[in-house]
């Protein structure tokens, strides 16, 4: 068979149903995609925007999200799996390049891009011959989902790849395994274990802090039984933010520096820190004071790299993290709880001076519109199985401290660091999960980005809905511009992060999207309502204050 037919029924054995590029690369397997399969071929206005697409679509269901350039745009496509790597997320790149034949001879549109994939792959490989697609497809795949999942590259020789059209003799051979993550479950080392539990059991204050490894693995509901049986709070990482309901009483919210005051006030003020499935990076930790270092700490995680990087352990586990914590359910000596009651009604009490610090912004009734009751809005609206994405920034900020996921079947996913990746990523989510509604928080600045993909959004019939914080302009750099002038900035400062007022809901509808504007806060459920169940993309434009500046985190 031809290296395009393999690659086609290899990418549908796999369990692709949808892939994101810009042409032109791998024409003839496009052409093999229609003929022997249903996967859909999305062309999307920006290789950047296509990588994101694959990103939302990896995160939303766990199976790796397929994204292409040929050559000229293999370094827009380098750029977008940067999120990707940054929140291990199983993205894989196919991109053309050089052919032996004629490289170092200024072929048109050429660079050497392999390097340039390094730094934002945990794979990063050149297809050579045809004959060698189907192992390095596998080895795609098995790499994508196993371990901390990751992304990989793929250059087919050939700017547009044309190795593709090469014939050999070859077997789609399919390890449905890695089709999605996590690709092994290994269980933990039974003493480890339970030294572990020996700590977690003993303290009279200790939290759980759950990370992106928590998700990945789909240990939500071991986490939440682990922690009511043994009654000890939970804060959670931005990247896990969905492993435990917003609203289950012993969690304390997100920590670090996108993060809940309660959240960061708990783990300070902890006497024992357990970290599951998170790296204990600098978000997390608003960089390594929250909590401090020196703090007894446990950590359970699958990539043996990570546990004790940050923090110096009293045990530290190494195994999957849904593995892990049914383990400890099943040893957990629940008497042990009562020995936490007073911690828990001090961590009560946290929680509540939290709420009662923002209610007012929360139930804001200004106009133009408080992003916090945007927040509020959405944790009371959006639906049971809602998909929710957050962009990074003030986004981050606003999304990681002030929206609550209400049920376990809610997801919530968000901006690793990249302005501009969650309009994009809300896409691809939408692809992956057509039957849950999908809901995007963004600020103008990060829609601004990928505007035109609105476009790819009517065109394909993706029916996700994307709010807008539209203050016209990307109002988290005031604060920091203030620094800068040395205490208030200039009137000419705001040129620095200011821009045009645009309504986006009328661009959106000139593109044939629904766009809704909303001007004040009671019309924005109704507004919620309607674009969600309208099955078409849909915009909806919130006016709001460019003078509200998210809390900045607190030190504990
Ligand atoms: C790729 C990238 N470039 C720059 C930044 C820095 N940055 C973070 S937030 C922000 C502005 C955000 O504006 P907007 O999305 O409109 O939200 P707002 O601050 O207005 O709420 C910028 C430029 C970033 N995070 N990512």
């Avoid at 003799?169 to 089709?179: A, G």
Wanted: aromatic fraction near 8%.
């Amino acid at each position: 068979m031809t290296g395009a037919q393999l690659l086609a029924d290899m990418l549908a054995g796999y369990g692709v149903s949808h892939v994101f590029m810009v042409p032109a690369v791998l024409r003839r397997t496009f052409a093999e995609m229609e003929r022997r399969t249903q996967i859909k071929r999305l062309h999307c206005h920006g290789e950047k925007a296509a990588a994101y697409m694959a990103d939302g679509y990896a995160r939303a269901s766990g199976k790796p999200g397929i994204c292409m350039a040929q050559v000229v745009g293999a370094l827009n496509l380098a750029a977008g799996l940067r999120d990707a790597y940054l929140a291990h997320s199983p993205v894989i790149a196919f991109t053309g390049g050089r052919d032996p034949k004629t490289k170092f001879r200024k072929v048109y549109q050429e660079i050497d891009d392999v390097p340039a994939f390094e730094p934002v792959t945990k794979w990063n490989a050149t297809v050579d011959a045809v004959e060698r697609f189907p192992d390095m497809v596998r080895q795609a795949f098995r790499v994508a989902t196993s371990g901390a999942p990751g992304p990989v590259h793929l250059q087919f020789r050939g700017n547009e790849g044309q190795v593709d059209q090469e014939e050999a003799e070859m077997e789609p051979l399919i390890e449905t395994q890695f089709s999605r993550v996590p690709a092994y479950r290994p269980p933990p080392e039974e003493t480890e274990l339970k030294k572990l539990l020996g700590f977690l059991q003993g303290a009279e204050k200790p939290v759980i802090v759950a990370g992106g490894g928590v998700r990945a693995s789909g240990a939500g509901a071991e986490l939440v039984a682990l922690a009511e049986a043994l009654s000890i709070p939970v804060a959670t990482s931005l990247n896990g933010k969905d492993c435990i309901p917003g609203i289950h009483p012993l969690n304390v919210g997100v920590v670090g520096s996108y993060s809940r005051e309660s959240a960061n006030r708990v783990v300070a003020a902890a006497d024992l820190v357990c970290f599951v499935g998170t790296s204990a990076g600098g978000m997390t930790t608003h960089v390594w004071t929250v909590p401090k270092v020196g703090v007894a700490a446990l950590q359970i995680d699958i990539e043996p790299e990570t546990i004790g990087r940050n923090y110096p352990l009293k045990a530290g586990v190494l195994g999957d993290a849904r593995a892990c914590l049914s383990l400890l359910l099943e040893k957990a000596d629940r008497a042990s709880a009562s020995k936490r009651k007073k911690w828990i009604e001090q961590v009560k009490t946290v929680c509540a001076e939290w709420k009662g610090k923002y209610r007012a912004a929360l139930e804001s009734e200004a106009a133009p519109i408080r992003p916090e009751r945007i927040c509020a809005e959405l944790s009371r609206h959006v639906p049971d199985d809602a998909i929710v994405l957050s962009d990074t920034g003030h986004a981050g900020m606003w999304m990681g401290g002030m929206y609550d996921t209400r049920t376990a079947r809610q997801s919530f996913i968000r901006s690793a660091g990249h302005l501009g990746w969650a309009f994009p990523a809300g896409l691809g989510a939408k692809c992956a999960a057509p039957d849950r509604p999908v809901v995007t928080f963004t600020g103008d600045a990060g829609l601004w980005y990928h505007l035109g993909e609105i476009e790819t959004a009517v065109r394909w019939g993706i029916a996700a809905v994307t709010v807008v914080n539209n203050n016209s302009s990307g109002n988290q750099s005031k604060r920091g511009f203030d620094r800068a002038y040395g205490g208030e900035q200039t009137a000419r400062g705001r040129e620095l992060w200011t821009y045009t007022s645009v309504d986006f809901a009328r661009v959106a509808s000139d593109i044939g999207a629904l766009g809704i504007r909303v001007e004040k806060p009671g019309d924005f459920p109704a507004a919620l309502e309607r674009a969600i169940n309208s099955g078409k993309p849909a915009i909806i434009d919130v006016v709001t204050d460019i003078e509200a500046i998210a809390p900045v985190a607190v030190a504990g």
